[in-house]
Protein backbone atom coordinates (compact mmCIF):
# COMPACT_ATOMS: atom_id res chain seq x y z
CA UNK A 1 0.00 0.00 0.00
CA UNK A 2 1.01 3.61 -0.40
CA UNK A 3 -0.33 6.78 0.75
CA UNK A 4 0.60 9.62 -1.81
CA UNK A 5 0.10 13.23 -0.08
CA UNK A 6 1.05 16.38 -2.61
CA UNK A 7 2.68 19.63 -1.17
CA UNK A 8 1.06 22.81 -0.84
CA UNK A 9 0.92 26.38 -1.38
CA UNK A 10 -0.77 28.24 1.46
CA UNK A 11 -1.64 32.04 1.90
CA UNK A 12 -1.31 32.90 -1.69
CA UNK A 13 -1.33 36.31 -0.67
CA UNK A 14 -4.40 37.74 1.67
CA UNK A 15 -5.59 34.42 2.41
CA UNK A 16 -4.38 34.19 5.67
CA UNK A 17 -4.08 30.46 7.77
CA UNK A 18 -7.38 30.21 5.02
CA UNK A 19 -6.18 29.53 1.73
CA UNK A 20 -4.17 26.67 -0.09
CA UNK A 21 -3.74 25.10 -3.39
CA UNK A 22 -2.34 21.55 -3.77
CA UNK A 23 0.98 21.37 -6.28
CA UNK A 24 2.57 18.91 -8.15
CA UNK A 25 5.50 17.87 -5.42
CA UNK A 26 4.78 14.90 -2.91
CA UNK A 27 5.07 12.81 -0.16
CA UNK A 28 4.86 9.17 -0.37
CA UNK A 29 4.23 6.62 2.30
CA UNK A 30 4.78 2.81 1.23
CA UNK A 31 3.89 0.95 4.26
CA UNK A 32 6.10 -2.49 3.30
CA UNK A 33 4.61 -4.94 6.40
CA UNK A 34 3.86 -5.76 9.73
CA UNK A 35 6.74 -5.28 12.26
CA UNK A 36 7.64 -5.50 16.01
CA UNK A 37 8.61 -1.67 16.07
CA UNK A 38 8.12 1.31 13.87
CA UNK A 39 10.83 1.39 11.55
CA UNK A 40 10.90 4.18 8.74
CA UNK A 41 13.21 3.93 6.04
CA UNK A 42 14.11 7.28 4.11
CA UNK A 43 17.21 9.35 2.53
CA UNK A 44 15.74 12.63 3.99
CA UNK A 45 18.05 14.35 6.04
CA UNK A 46 19.06 13.11 9.23
CA UNK A 47 17.28 15.10 11.64
CA UNK A 48 14.22 12.85 10.49
CA UNK A 49 13.66 9.93 12.86
CA UNK A 50 13.47 6.85 11.52
CA UNK A 51 11.31 5.45 14.19
CA UNK A 52 8.35 6.09 16.60
CA UNK A 53 9.37 9.70 17.14
CA UNK A 54 8.73 10.73 13.55
CA UNK A 55 5.86 12.91 13.13
CA UNK A 56 4.36 10.15 10.52
CA UNK A 57 3.93 7.78 13.39
CA UNK A 58 3.03 10.24 16.31
CA UNK A 59 0.19 11.01 14.47
CA UNK A 60 -1.14 7.86 13.44
CA UNK A 61 -0.49 6.60 16.98
CA UNK A 62 -2.83 9.47 18.10
CA UNK A 63 -5.34 8.76 15.93
CA UNK A 64 -5.27 4.68 16.69
CA UNK A 65 -2.94 4.34 19.68
CA UNK A 66 -3.72 0.64 19.20
CA UNK A 67 -2.67 0.07 15.30
CA UNK A 68 0.16 -2.63 15.26
CA UNK A 69 3.77 -1.27 14.05
CA UNK A 70 4.96 -1.56 10.45
CA UNK A 71 7.80 -1.12 8.02
CA UNK A 72 7.97 1.71 6.02
CA UNK A 73 9.68 3.80 3.63
CA UNK A 74 9.06 7.54 2.93
CA UNK A 75 10.06 9.27 0.20
CA UNK A 76 9.54 12.83 -1.00
CA UNK A 77 10.54 15.34 -3.23
CA UNK A 78 8.94 18.22 -1.02
CA UNK A 79 11.84 20.84 0.49
CA UNK A 80 11.54 20.81 3.70
CA UNK A 81 10.89 24.11 5.97
CA UNK A 82 10.48 26.20 3.26
CA UNK A 83 6.80 27.06 2.85
CA UNK A 84 5.21 24.25 0.60
CA UNK A 85 3.84 22.45 3.39
CA UNK A 86 6.27 19.56 4.09
CA UNK A 87 5.15 19.03 7.69
CA UNK A 88 1.50 19.69 6.78
CA UNK A 89 2.11 16.50 4.13
CA UNK A 90 3.13 14.36 7.27
CA UNK A 91 0.17 15.09 9.17
CA UNK A 92 -2.08 14.07 6.68
CA UNK A 93 -0.28 11.29 5.62
CA UNK A 94 0.04 9.97 9.45
CA UNK A 95 -3.67 10.47 9.49
CA UNK A 96 -4.27 8.67 6.31
CA UNK A 97 -2.10 5.68 8.04
CA UNK A 98 -4.20 4.98 10.58
CA UNK A 99 -6.87 5.34 9.08
CA UNK A 100 -5.97 2.47 6.61
CA UNK A 101 -4.19 0.43 9.40
CA UNK A 102 -7.37 0.88 11.51
CA UNK A 103 -9.78 0.60 8.92
CA UNK A 104 -11.42 3.95 10.42
CA UNK A 105 -13.33 4.56 7.24
CA UNK A 106 -12.74 8.33 8.05
CA UNK A 107 -14.07 10.60 5.52
CA UNK A 108 -12.74 13.82 4.37
CA UNK A 109 -14.18 16.34 6.80
CA UNK A 110 -13.15 14.31 9.31
CA UNK A 111 -9.81 13.98 8.22
CA UNK A 112 -9.43 17.81 8.23
CA UNK A 113 -11.29 18.47 11.65
CA UNK A 114 -8.35 15.71 12.66
CA UNK A 115 -5.35 17.64 10.56
CA UNK A 116 -6.74 21.30 11.60
CA UNK A 117 -6.72 20.62 15.49
CA UNK A 118 -3.50 19.23 15.08
CA UNK A 119 -1.76 21.74 12.61
CA UNK A 120 -3.73 24.53 14.29
CA UNK A 121 -4.72 26.38 11.16
CA UNK A 122 -5.95 24.22 7.72
CA UNK A 123 -4.68 26.27 5.01
CA UNK A 124 -2.18 24.11 4.12
CA UNK A 125 -3.83 20.44 5.03
CA UNK A 126 -6.85 21.33 3.54
CA UNK A 127 -5.51 20.95 0.34
CA UNK A 128 -3.29 18.51 1.12
CA UNK A 129 -6.82 16.46 1.57
CA UNK A 130 -8.76 17.49 -0.88
CA UNK A 131 -6.41 18.57 -3.46
CA UNK A 132 -7.41 21.71 -5.91
CA UNK A 133 -7.82 25.70 -3.83
CA UNK A 134 -9.48 25.12 -0.88
CA UNK A 135 -10.72 28.22 1.12
CA UNK A 136 -11.00 28.04 5.07
CA UNK A 137 -11.95 28.70 8.51
CA UNK A 138 -11.36 27.47 12.15
CA UNK A 139 -13.62 28.66 14.19
CA UNK A 140 -14.48 27.37 17.65
CA UNK A 141 -12.44 24.15 16.59
CA UNK A 142 -14.72 23.34 13.94
CA UNK A 143 -13.19 23.54 10.10
CA UNK A 144 -15.82 25.05 7.55
CA UNK A 145 -13.74 24.70 3.89
CA UNK A 146 -14.72 25.34 0.11
CA UNK A 147 -12.77 22.97 -2.58
CA UNK A 148 -12.71 24.98 -6.26
CA UNK A 149 -10.48 24.67 -9.26
CA UNK A 150 -7.86 26.73 -9.73
CA UNK A 151 -7.36 29.27 -12.87
CA UNK A 152 -5.24 27.62 -15.48
CA UNK A 153 -1.85 29.19 -14.38
CA UNK A 154 1.35 27.80 -13.79
CA UNK A 155 3.06 28.25 -10.21
CA UNK A 156 6.86 28.79 -10.62
CA UNK A 157 8.20 28.09 -7.22
CA UNK A 158 12.43 29.40 -6.22
CA UNK A 159 13.16 27.66 -3.20
CA UNK A 160 15.87 28.99 -1.50
CA UNK A 161 18.79 27.27 -0.01
CA UNK A 162 18.26 28.65 3.54
CA UNK A 163 15.50 27.89 5.69
CA UNK A 164 13.02 30.76 7.38
CA UNK A 165 11.74 29.22 10.58
CA UNK A 166 7.75 29.89 11.19
CA UNK A 167 8.70 31.34 14.33
CA UNK A 168 10.85 34.10 13.17
CA UNK A 169 8.53 34.44 9.70
CA UNK A 170 5.62 35.07 12.52
CA UNK A 171 7.53 37.22 14.73
CA UNK A 172 7.73 40.04 12.33
CA UNK A 173 4.20 40.50 12.46
CA UNK A 174 2.35 42.65 14.19
CA UNK A 175 0.29 42.39 17.28
CA UNK A 176 -2.50 43.79 15.95
CA UNK A 177 -4.27 45.78 12.80
CA UNK A 178 -6.52 48.56 13.16
CA UNK A 179 -10.18 48.38 12.75
CA UNK A 180 -9.61 50.69 9.07
CA UNK A 181 -6.89 48.34 8.06
CA UNK A 182 -8.01 45.40 8.67
CA UNK A 183 -11.47 46.22 6.96
CA UNK A 184 -9.22 47.49 3.87
CA UNK A 185 -6.91 43.90 4.20
CA UNK A 186 -10.39 41.69 4.38
CA UNK A 187 -11.93 43.59 1.27
CA UNK A 188 -8.53 42.67 -0.41
CA UNK A 189 -8.59 38.97 0.44
CA UNK A 190 -12.35 38.95 -0.72
CA UNK A 191 -11.52 40.61 -4.29
CA UNK A 192 -8.61 37.79 -4.47
CA UNK A 193 -10.73 34.96 -3.86
CA UNK A 194 -14.05 36.04 -5.88
CA UNK A 195 -11.72 36.48 -9.01
CA UNK A 196 -10.09 33.41 -7.91
CA UNK A 197 -13.39 31.07 -8.52
CA UNK A 198 -14.07 33.33 -11.53
CA UNK A 199 -11.34 33.04 -13.33
CA UNK A 200 -9.86 36.27 -13.98
CA UNK A 201 -5.95 36.04 -12.67
CA UNK A 202 -5.37 39.75 -13.64
CA UNK A 203 -7.95 41.03 -10.91
CA UNK A 204 -6.90 38.16 -9.13
CA UNK A 205 -3.13 39.01 -9.43
CA UNK A 206 -3.53 42.65 -8.36
CA UNK A 207 -5.65 41.68 -5.41
CA UNK A 208 -2.85 38.59 -3.92
CA UNK A 209 -0.02 41.50 -4.32
CA UNK A 210 -2.38 44.11 -2.46
CA UNK A 211 -1.86 41.54 0.95
CA UNK A 212 -2.34 43.88 3.93
CA UNK A 213 -2.03 40.49 6.63
CA UNK A 214 1.32 39.32 6.43
CA UNK A 215 3.12 40.15 3.09
CA UNK A 216 4.72 43.42 3.56
CA UNK A 217 5.75 42.73 6.73
CA UNK A 218 7.76 39.21 5.41
CA UNK A 219 9.13 39.95 2.10
CA UNK A 220 11.83 41.90 3.63
CA UNK A 221 13.43 38.15 5.03
CA UNK A 222 13.60 36.92 1.86
CA UNK A 223 16.23 38.99 -0.05
CA UNK A 224 15.43 37.74 -3.68
CA UNK A 225 11.79 38.64 -3.18
CA UNK A 226 11.91 41.95 -5.08
CA UNK A 227 14.30 40.84 -8.37
CA UNK A 228 11.59 37.72 -8.75
CA UNK A 229 9.37 39.82 -8.21
CA UNK A 230 10.71 42.80 -11.40
CA UNK A 231 11.32 39.86 -13.63
CA UNK A 232 7.90 38.28 -13.28
CA UNK A 233 5.95 41.33 -13.94
CA UNK A 234 8.31 42.40 -16.54
CA UNK A 235 7.55 38.94 -18.53
CA UNK A 236 3.97 38.75 -18.10
CA UNK A 237 3.46 37.26 -14.76
CA UNK A 238 -0.47 37.49 -12.92
CA UNK A 239 1.22 37.68 -9.45
CA UNK A 240 4.42 36.49 -7.07
CA UNK A 241 3.87 36.15 -3.75
CA UNK A 242 5.39 34.01 -0.49
CA UNK A 243 4.52 30.24 -0.28
CA UNK A 244 3.31 29.65 3.47
CA UNK A 245 5.43 31.15 5.60
CA UNK A 246 8.22 31.27 3.29
CA UNK A 247 11.11 31.32 1.90
CA UNK A 248 9.53 30.30 -0.59
CA UNK A 249 8.52 32.47 -3.62
CA UNK A 250 5.82 31.47 -5.73
CA UNK A 251 4.78 33.33 -9.24
CA UNK A 252 1.49 32.41 -10.99
CA UNK A 253 1.84 32.79 -14.65
CA UNK A 254 0.41 32.36 -18.16
CA UNK A 255 1.56 28.53 -19.02
CA UNK A 256 2.93 30.29 -22.56
CA UNK A 257 5.03 32.40 -20.07
CA UNK A 258 6.24 30.38 -17.64
CA UNK A 259 9.30 28.84 -19.22
CA UNK A 260 10.67 32.22 -20.12
CA UNK A 261 9.46 33.37 -16.57
CA UNK A 262 11.66 30.44 -14.92
CA UNK A 263 14.94 30.63 -17.18
CA UNK A 264 14.89 34.38 -16.01
CA UNK A 265 14.84 33.49 -12.47
CA UNK A 266 17.29 30.58 -12.98
CA UNK A 267 19.65 33.18 -15.11
CA UNK A 268 20.29 35.12 -11.87
CA UNK A 269 22.19 32.06 -10.28
CA UNK A 270 20.36 32.63 -6.75
CA UNK A 271 21.55 30.28 -4.32
CA UNK A 272 18.17 28.02 -4.69
CA UNK A 273 16.49 26.31 -7.25
CA UNK A 274 13.42 26.87 -9.20
CA UNK A 275 10.67 24.30 -9.91
CA UNK A 276 7.46 24.45 -12.28
CA UNK A 277 4.39 23.02 -11.05
CA UNK A 278 1.07 22.69 -11.56
CA UNK A 279 -1.86 22.12 -9.68
CA UNK A 280 -3.19 18.79 -8.09
CA UNK A 281 -6.62 17.82 -8.20
CA UNK A 282 -6.71 14.85 -6.15
CA UNK A 283 -5.19 15.29 -3.24
CA UNK A 284 -4.48 12.40 -0.11
CA UNK A 285 -4.82 9.35 -1.94
CA UNK A 286 -3.95 5.52 -1.68
CA UNK A 287 -2.41 3.10 -4.04
CA UNK A 288 -3.06 -1.07 -3.00
Same mark, same amino acid.
Given at each position: ?? %? *???????? *??????????A??K?????V???????????????? %????? /?????K????I??? %?????? @????D???? /??????????????????????????????????? @?????????A?? %?? =??L????????????????????????Y???????T @???R??????L???????????????????M? =?????A???????????????????????????? @??? =?????????????????????????????????????????????C??? /????
Open positions: MK %I *IVPATSAN *IGPGFDSVGVVSYLTIELGESDRWLIEHDLERR %IPSNE /RNLLIVARRAPA %IQPHHL @KMTSIPLA /RGLGSSSSVIVAGIELANQLANLQLSNAEKLNLAT @KIEGHPDNVPA %IY =GNTISSYLNEKVSTVVTEFPEVSFIAVPNYELR @KDSGVLPKGSYREAVTASSVANVAIAALK =GDMVTGRAIESDRFHEHFRQGLIKEFPKIKMLA @KKN =GAYATYLSGAGPTVMVLAPKDQSKMIKEKIEEQQFKGQVFELQVDRGV /RVEK
